[in-house]
């Protein structure tokens, strides 16, 4: 059996026995709707959890992707319940945009329009409209892109800034989270729009989109990555001065392909060109500074303190195995394909929770970490499924 076969079949068993199982049998909230907000370490249901819009959203993505790739009834009813669901509590009918969290019984419980979870919600409607042909959905989609267009994107220097009152006005505390700096523009809500956009504009070919998607690609090329080191940067304020000093393998890895995605999606050979020589210094800064002999990717690195974050999380290696995956398809070399594999092994070996199902948080000094969730507001289905659709596709 040749290396590729066996990967897409070892990527169907997790997503079909491992992955969506997980989610389908235990995250389900009969009682009060939707799916509970939080999974602990020690695999406990916390019922009163809160529900975050991130997490419902990568729900929404994750089974509407997986019913397109395995045409399962049962996957499209969950897609289903997470679209209703969102539509009910998520949605701002009054003011536009969604809520960034509702409490267990889907009142709002913080109703901040942060354009991070925005984004996320137009990348799961897209895809919810393509594997149930929803048109609802596809106008939801659109009602957010022209909301972030109007509100967040910075007309004079470019980009988007971070997070709005529910009457969108700019927040103060801009921060997705207490770890991050708090700047006005960020990396990460640029890569997600970025992301979301090119999901949108595979189904809606309109002029601005393809103009925002095209501008979104070279703030990538102009301002985030720095070509000296072969990282992103990851904060910014509104001039586009560097904030912070912190090395994101993971995101690095991600970035790498995402870009070439969007590139491929609006078919400029020009803009591919130049996307696919950033695309490829991600992904060797990546190999150079932070893949590991056992297959694995450390966290990140401080540059300011010398200090490495050299924890195992889940989501990194899960963009690690698509990141090389998509070097092997670019450049031809057969050694990022071995990459894919070995970094894929590596999840099976020691992330994949075998008595309970799902990926945990993290390992850390050889061990699994089980103080951080097993599902919950920043821990979804998405990235490992991702991982698993996007190697089927290949």
């Known amino acids: ?18 992955i969506l199982p997980y989610w389908m049998g235990r995250m389900v909230d009969v009682e009060q709707g939707g799916f509970y907000g939080q999974i602990d370490g020690a695999d406990r249901i916390i019922g009163g959890a809160g529900k975050g819009g991130i997490l419902n959203a990568r729900i929404l993505w994750t089974f509407s992707a997986a019913y397109r790739v395995q045409p399962d009834s049962a996957y499209l009813h969950m897609a289903e319940r997470a679209y209703g669901y969102a539509l009910k509590y998520f949605f701002d009918e009054e003011m536009g945009g969604t809520y960034w969290l509702v409490n ?3 009142s709002p419980a913080d109703t901040k329009k942060q354009i991070y979870s925005q984004a996320f919600f137009i990348y799961a409607l897209t895809e919810y409209h393509m594997a149930s042909g929803n048109e609802e ?17 910075d007309t004079q220097l470019g980009g988007y800034f971070e997070a ?15 770890k991050d ?30 103009k925002a998607l095209e501008a979104l690609i070279l703030i990538f090329a102009d301002h985030i990555i720095d070509t000296r080191t072969g990282h992103m940067n990851l ?23 995402l870009l070439y995605e969007a590139a491929q999606v609006l078919g400029d050979p020009a803009l591919l060109l130049r996307v696919e020589s950033l695309s490829m210094q991600l992904v060797q800064t990546t190999v150079r500074e932070g893949l590991q002999s056992d297959g694995s990717i450390w966290y990140e690195t401080d540059t300011r303190r010398g200090h490495t974050d050299t924890d195992r999380h889940w989501w990194p290696q899960a963009e690690a195995a698509v990141g090389f995956m998509y070097a092997w398809k670019l450049s031809g070399d057969a050694a990022y394909l071995d990459k894919s594999a070995a ?23 050889g061990k699994p970490n089980l103080a951080e969730d097993k599902a919950g507001f920043w821990k979804c289905p998405y990235h490992n499924s991702r991982m698993c659709i996007e190697i089927i596709r290949a």
Do not use: C
Not at 236 to 250: A, M, N
């Open 1 to 18: 059996m040749s290396l590729l076969k066996q990967l897409k079949e070892e990527m169907r068993a997790e997503l079909i026995h491992g």
């Open 164 to 178: 709005y009152s529910r009457d969108w006005q700019l927040l103060d505390d801009l921060r997705l989270s207490e």
């Open 137 to 153: 959905a596809l106008a939801k989609a659109k009602e957010l892109f022209h909301l972030i267009e109007q509100h967040s994107r």
């Open 343 to 365: 970094t894929w092994q590596y999840i099976s070996a020691h992330l994949i929770d075998r008595a309970h199902g799902e990926w945990y948080w993290s390992i850390r000094d």
């Open 104 to 106: 267990a019984d889907g």
């Open 235 to 257: 904060f910014f304020d509104e001039q586009w001065t560097r904030k912070g000093t912190i090395d994101s393998y993971g995101h690095d890895i991600e970035a790498s392909w």
């Open 181 to 210: 700096e708090n700047e006005k523009k960020t990396m990460n809500t640029h890569l997600h729009i970025l992301e979301a956009y090119t999901n949108l504009y595979r189904v809606w070919k309109d002029p601005r989109l393809k």
